[in-house]
């Protein structure tokens, strides 16, 4: 199932100093022997006084419009929206009207350097904007400083000013807004400290300000000159080897970068994955206080993010936990920076850019007592079963953090602890396969690594049972077993189905419309179960021997479900209109219509990179109309392009030329509209590709005997009938005894119909088996029998 809701993210408090900071000095006595080093550096921290980047309140602000109680006071007010609090700026919510114009006025004789814009992770994020300055007493002068698109994202956006501005009054012109909202939870503006006293101290002892080696000439009269006991700490547990090896593997790290979610999620018309790639495997606790040694950014901006839990009951009656999309950012300044934590988690470094700029990896240090090493495990670097079951056992929070190449398991410690407390390579493998597989048939092969690296995030909630959205995806804990022991999804369809389902979701917007979305990223479900080997496709029968079993109604006698011979021959039904078996769509119909693109071009080999082809045309050809249908005729339209081929007969069998004025709710409601003159444009732009396609609409690749079939197989129109194009050379029989039809020697054949006159004549029926039942609705006064040949040609069998 999908999802298309959002969750209230808690945004940081920022507490943030540039690299020159002053300290207290205290007296460098030995503590008590039994305390740990990670004890004593806790208790120092709070002693460290850092001279914070200076905030500048404004002293009253001005907005175009606001929602009565949420005017702009509410976003210098020093609260952070957080629960059911409602201290946050928000435009009219019945009527914004854009741009919204948010002035923050000052006394004009402090210099501003920046400004930090937090979201309240919801409607009314900021899009695109303009940032104004004045420096006349009467703000009547504005001038540009720049324009900004922050991408209507959850997180705060922090914006330098090329030069500091002794700013009168800031105006920001807001163009657009999530949900056409503007919304602003707090407006932070600030003075950077320059003071460099003891940066220059600590380098004088420490080859960098990570403070993660010594100088080698460092004696032990150079670390007690230091003017401060946490930082001598430091200094001598890295002289004395003590700082334990495990924890200096997850404190002291290079981090590398990931590229941006919102612009590829855009570019590669997908959901967002996740941020969270760089776990630091740190735990920290609210009101804790840490220190962050930031070394070189090469002007890149970074941050950590603290990601904890939150309530839901939106599948439920009853609330449950579960990981947060995302948590409080707070902004990083190389050198020495010192954070109160706000809220419980753990820490992510946010490292994220455009990768074609060759971005060095940037080194952090966290020093002991900053938070507690719980680890995680990375498969590139940690590499073995062996070592992931020594993580995992020393592992002390809630959640443990499993990176591989494409996926991040971020799943209970103790249900890793129960199911998988030994290994762990299968099961990150299978998933990094998985998710490479359906970014195969994307056609992303050419940004993806080198451009896009960012992982899916997978999480493991305490209740519902598994979903996709935004940033994550997500598996009841309870059924972690079940996706994670090879043997175990291997085991049953679905449990291989059911991810690659909720993955599918994730990269389905390309091909995807409403009536469609519970389908179309079915594709990516079959080619996973087909890539595993063991289970056959799934999806509802082109049509059963019975004409009563064809279509399946509610209570109330409305119809569920259908085959294809019903929906396009009896009922003439258009695709958005095949019947509702779940959120508005017959989606174990419709599946089968891209797994038969599939199967002809790909498997069968007539265009193995076809599916590729489609992707890259409907990103590059996307259409902006709140009409599903014209989507939907798109997607006809590159589907010719992408084969070379005339796909009319292909998509006038799965009702795309139907004309249709109907209200469709699949995750909202649409109004789903084809006309005559859409349709009669539409085949004319695919009469213009030469080769007409072969009927392969009738194409099944289910059998008698395979595993894990769940439908009733037909006995002609196998794919491999599809392959070669072989000619009928058997003399077949065929015969209408009322309403019962029998063939004999049909195996040659890849469908049987009933053709009104002639082979050119309207179709009546069809099947794909040779004993079948004509539904009476079916006029057999001109009917004819005929035998569909693999490469289209019909053959006169009866009438």
Excluded at 592 to 603: A, F, K, T, V
């Amino acid at each position: 199932m999908n999802t298309l809701y959002k969750f209230t993210i808690l945004i940081p408090f920022l507490f943030i100093c540039n690299s020159s900071i002053l300290f207290s000095c205290q007296a460098k006595s030995q503590l008590p022997s039994e305390e740990s080093s990670a004890d004593v550096s806790k208790q120092e921290i709070k002693g460290v006084v850092l001279p914070e980047d200076i905030q500048i309140i404004p002293i009253s602000g001005k907005a175009s419009e606001c929602h009565p109680g949420y005017d702009i006071d509410k976003s210098y007010d020093g609260k952070f929206t957080e629960g059911t609090d409602e201290s946050h700026y928000h435009s009219s919510w019945s009527n914004t009207t854009f741009p919204v114009t948010l002035e923050y006025f000052f006394k004009g004789d402090t210099e501003i350097n920046y400004f930090i814009y937090y979201t309240r992770s919801g409607n009314g994020n900021f899009g695109e904007v303009e940032v104004y300055t004045s420096t006349d007493s009467g703000r009547k002068n504005y001038t540009l400083q720049g324009t900004y698109d922050f991408k209507m994202k959850n997180d705060p956006s922090k914006i330098v000013f090329k030069k500091g501005v002794k700013a009168t009054g800031i105006k920001f012109v807001v163009k657009s807004g999530l949900g056409n909202f503007v919304s602003c939870d707090e407006m932070h503006f600030f003075q950077k400290n320059t003071d460099k006293t003891l940066e220059s101290k600590l380098l004088g002892v420490f080859k960098d300000i990570t403070c993660s080696e010594l100088k080698p000439d460092a004696t032990d009269k150079d670390i007690n000159k230091l003017p401060s006991n946490y930082f001598v700490r430091i200094a001598e547990a890295l002289k004395n080897n003590s700082y334990d090896e495990w924890e200096k593997e997850f404190r002291i790290r290079k981090y590398n970068a990931y590229s941006d979610i919102n612009e590829w999620a855009e570019k590669l018309m997908t959901k967002h994955y996740s941020s969270l790639d760089n776990l630091t495997g740190i735990a920290v606790e609210k009101d804790d206080e840490i220190i962050v040694l930031v070394g070189d950014t090469y002007g890149r901006e970074v941050s950590l993010q603290c990601v904890g839990e939150e309530k839901t009951n939106f599948w439920e009656a009853n609330e449950y936990v579960q990981t947060a999309a995302s948590g409080d950012v707070y902004y990083l300044e190389p050198g020495i920076n010192k954070i109160k934590i706000r809220n419980k988690g753990q820490l992510f470094v946010m490292y994220n850019c455009d990768l074609t700029s060759n971005p060095k990896p940037i080194k952090i240090h966290i020093p002991l007592g900053s938070g507690t090493v719980s680890g995680f495990f990375d498969l590139k670097e940690h590499k073995t079963d062996a070592k992931y079951a020594e993580l995992l056992s020393k592992a002390t929070d809630k959640y443990f953090g499993v990176r591989g190449d494409k996926i991040i398991f971020y799943f209970h410690r103790d249900k890793l602890r129960e199911f998988v407390k030994d290994e762990i390579l299968s099961a990150i493998g299978l998933w990094d396969n998985i998710i490479g597989w359906e970014q195969e048939l994307m056609g992303i092969e050419d940004v993806r690594p080198a451009q896009v690296n960012n992982h899916l995030f997978a999480i493991s909630p305490e209740g519902a049972y598994m979903w996709a959205s935004d940033y994550r995806i997500a598996f009841v804990y309870t059924y972690l077993q079940n996706i994670l022991l090879y043997d175990n999804v291997m085991s049953a369809k679905d449990n291989a189905w059911g991810p690659a389902h909720e993955i599918g979701h994730i990269h389905q917007l390309a091909i995807d419309w409403p009536s469609s979305t519970e389908s179309s990223n079915n594709l990516f479900s079959n080619f996973i179960l087909y890539k595993l080997g063991k289970y056959c496709s799934r999806g509802t029968e082109l049509n059963l021997p019975k004409a009563d079993d064809n279509r399946t109604t509610d209570t109330n006698g409305n119809i569920t479900s259908m085959t294809l011979s019903e929906a396009h021959c009896v009922l003439n039904r258009a695709w958005c209109n095949f019947g509702s078996n779940y959120q508005g769509e017959n989606t174990e119909l419709h599946m089968r219509m891209n797994w038969q693109l599939w199967n002809y071009y790909h498997r069968c080999g007539h265009k193995p990179d076809f599916w590729q082809k489609l992707f890259k045309l409907m990103r590059e050809h996307r259409t902006s109309s709140i009409n599903p249908g014209d989507k939907q005729l798109l997607f006809a339209r590159m589907a010719c392009e992408a084969a070379q081929e005339d796909l009319t007969e292909f998509f006038e069998m799965w009702g795309f030329f139907v004309p249709v004025n109907t209200q469709i709710d699949q995750y909202g409601s649409y109004q789903y509209i084809v006309t005559d003159d859409m349709i009669k444009e539409t085949r004319q732009a695919m009469a213009k590709y030469p080769k007409k396609a072969k009927p392969f609409y009738y194409l099944e690749d289910r059998k008698a005997g395979d595993e894990g079939l769940d439908t009733t197989p037909p006995n002609v129109g196998y794919y491999t009938q599809f392959q070669t194009l072989k000619p009928i050379t058997k003399d077949i029989d065929g015969h209408i005894n009322g309403r019962e039809v029998s063939i004999t020697n049909g195996d040659e054949a890849v469908a049987f119909e009933l053709r009104e006159k002639d082979a050119n004549g309207k179709l009546l029926y069809f099947s794909t088996f040779t004993k079948f039942e004509i539904p009476l609705s079916v006029s057999l006064t001109y009917a004819k029998l005929y035998a569909v040949q693999a490469d289209g040609k019909r053959i006169l069998l009866a009438g």
